[in-house]
C-alpha cells in the first residue's frame, strides 16, 4: 500500500475502490495473523468528543503495531486555553508521525492537515466517519465472501455514519438505501458525491419509505436518531424516527441471509430493539472488532512498514 504513505484520510472519497480493497485485504490478512506488520511510531489522538470504540481500537492498534499513542484530550492541552488549531497543528508534527482527530466541524480536519505534514486520520466529524465504514465494509466482506451482489440499507437519521456509507457503498459497488424521515436525510452535497461515484455501477437510493427501503436487503444498518451534540432534540425525534425502528418486522423484509449492524453505542428499544441486536442476524459485535483491524491497516498503510 505504498501509494497511500503519508497521505491523509479526511474522507472515503480521499481513497479508490482499488485502494479500500487492498485495505481490507490488508485488515483481514492481519486479523488472521498471516500478515503482521511492525510500525515503530508515534500516534496522537486528539478527540473533542467523547468515544469508547474509536479511541481503544486506535491505541490497541497501534500498540500491536509496536508503536506508541498519546491521548490528547484537549481538555488537559492548551487546546481548552484557546490555542489556535494552526499553532496546534506545526507543533505537534514535529512530535507525532501520525495524528487521529475526533472533531464536530468538518473544517478543523481541513485545516489541521493544510498545517501539518504527518498523515491526519478523520476518526470522526459530524460530516464523516470513514473509519467505522471500513470496518463495515469489511465486515460484510466477511459475512458474504465479496461486496458484489450486495444491497445496504441504513435506517435512521441521515448523519455522519449514512453520509460516508454512501460513498464507501458507492466506492465498492453495494447498492446503498438510505431511509431518513422527511428533512433529515443525508447531505445532499454527498448523495451528488456518490451518485458520480457510483456512476451506474451500484444504485444509490435516498428514500422515506423503511419498508420499500428493507425489502430484499442482505444488510441492515442503524444508528442512534440523535447524535452526540443533539441530545437535547431526543425526545422530539422519538415520534417521527419510530417507523424506521429496526425491529423484527422490518428485518423479516430483507434477504433470509440478511445481517444486522449498529455502530454504536446502541439506545436499545429506542433505533434497534434487543431482539434484533442480540439475535441470530446481528454481527454488531464482529463489527464493532472490526474497528481495530481495520485501523491497524490504515494506520500500516498511511505510515509505512519500519
Known sequence: METLKGRDLLSLADLNAS???????????????????????????????????????????MYQLGGQVIDLNPNVTQVSRGEPLIDTARVLDRYL????????????????ADYAKIPVINALSDREHPCQILADLL???????????????????????????????????????????????????????AVAIANGGSE???????????????????????????????????????????NDELLSLADKTAIVLHCLPAHRGEEITDAVIEGNQSRVWDQAENRMHAQKALLASLLGAD
Open 97 to 112: 508521525d501520525i495524528v487521529a482527530i475526533r472533531t464536530f466541524d468538518p473544517k478543523d480536519l481541513e485545516t489541521f
Open 139 to 193: 465486515t460484510v466482506q466477511e459475512c458474504f465472501g465479496s461486496l458484489s451482489d450486495v444491497t445496504l440499507t441504513y435506517l435512521g437519521d441521515g448523519n455522519n455514519v449514512a453520509n460516508s456509507l454512501l460513498l464507501g457503498c458507492a466506492l465498492m459497488g453495494i447498492n446503498v438505501r438510505i431511509a431518513t424521515p422527511s428533512g433529515y436525510e443525508p447531505d445532499g452535497s454527498i448523495v451528488e458525491q
Open 204 to 246: 444509490v437510493t435516498i428514500t422515506t419509505d423503511p419498508i420499500a427501503a428493507a425489502k430484499g436487503a442482505q444488510v441492515l444498518y442503524t444508528d442512534v436518531w440523535a447524535s452526540m451534540g443533539q441530545e437535547n432534540l431526543a425526545d422530539q425525534r422519538m415520534p417521527v424516527f419510530q417507523p424506521y425502528q429496526l
Open 19 to 61: 485502494e479500500v480493497g487492498e485495505l481490507l485485504e490488508l485488515a483481514a490478512q492481519m486479523k488472521a495473523g498471516t500478515v503482521n506488520r511492525r510500525c515503530n511510531k508515534i500516534l496522537g489522538l486528539l478527540f473533542s468528543k467523547a468515544s469508547t470504540r474509536t479511541r481503544v481500537s486506535f491505541t490497541v492498534a
